[in-house]
């Protein structure tokens, strides 16, 4: 079956940076949508950065925008976060997920197919 398998949280001083990536199996890469989600402790999922099947269209959540970056690699069938200027309330775990048909900007999380497990970030202040 599909996999998403996330790699390079861990523990970082705020102001520090992280890049996260996620490999992609099983699945023809370039057809799908990718996306960034986090959820810490007692909140809900939310909406982190997403971008198109090509690269070419990329959407950011307000609160991170101007400090992480999401690219992707066709040809290695992975996906990127570069998260700069890190705070404590980036604090989470994070999980990328694919979408297919019925993906429209990426924003919501019922609008992907597939998920990884998620890695964690730790931010300290």
């Known amino acids: 079956q599909v996999q998403l398998v996330e790699s390079g949280g861990g523990l970082v001083q705020a102001g520090g940076s992280l890049r996260l990536s996620c490999a992609a199996s099983r699945l023809t890469f370039s057809r799908y949508g990718m996306g960034w989600f986090r959820q810490a402790p007692g909140k809900e999922r939310e909406f982190v950065a997403a971008?198109?099947?090509?690269?070419?269209?990329?959407y950011y959540a307000d609160s991170v925008k101007g400090r992480f970056i999401i690219s992707r690699d066709n040809a290695k069938n992975t996906v990127h976060l570069q998260m700069n200027s890190l705070k404590p309330e980036d604090t989470a775990a994070y999980y990328c997920?694919?979408?297919?048909?019925?993906?429209?900007?990426?924003?919501?999380?019922?609008?992907?197919?597939?998920w990884g497990q998620g890695t964690q970030v730790t931010v300290s202040s």
């Open positions: 997920a694919a979408g297919g048909s019925r993906l429209r900007r990426g924003t919501y999380a019922a609008e992907y197919d597939y």
């Open positions: 971008i198109s099947w090509s690269g070419g269209t990329t």
